[in-house]
């Protein structure tokens, strides 16, 4: 086993209050909070070279990803495939905390 320690490193990105916290390589792994009216990215779309693979911890979050608006909530997980536009956004009165993993397609 190797156990990877956080790397103490928060990233606050989007409009509100979304912060993310690092937890392995540049980007590959870590956490996201994402505070009640927090939208990420702050406006337009994103996407990532890699799959995105996602579970939501705590509270509720709306993602527009692959033309349709989804509804998340504690226990859902999502996959966006490589190069897929997408936001996220909290419109909830909670928090939302969900980890991620970037996965490079070989």
């Known amino acids: 086993m190797k156990v990877v320690k956080a790397l103490g490193e928060n990233v606050a990105v989007g409009a509100g209050e979304v912060v993310i916290t690092k937890l392995h390589g540049e980007r590959n792994m870590g956490s996201a909070v994402f505070a009640p009216g927090s939208r ?3 406006e337009g779309l ?3 070279d890699e799959d995105e693979y996602a579970y939501i911890i705590s509270g509720a979050l709306k993602c527009f990803s692959g033309g349709e608006l989804n509804e ?3 226990g859902d997980a999502t996959f966006i495939p490589a190069g897929e536009e997408h936001y996220s956004f909290n419109e909830s009165k ?3 905390t969900l980890v991620y993993v970037l996965v490079k397609k070989n």
């Open 40 to 42: 990420a990215p702050a």
């Open 46 to 48: 994103t996407s990532h």
């Open 72 to 74: 998340l909530k504690a």
């Open 94 to 96: 909670e928090p939302c």
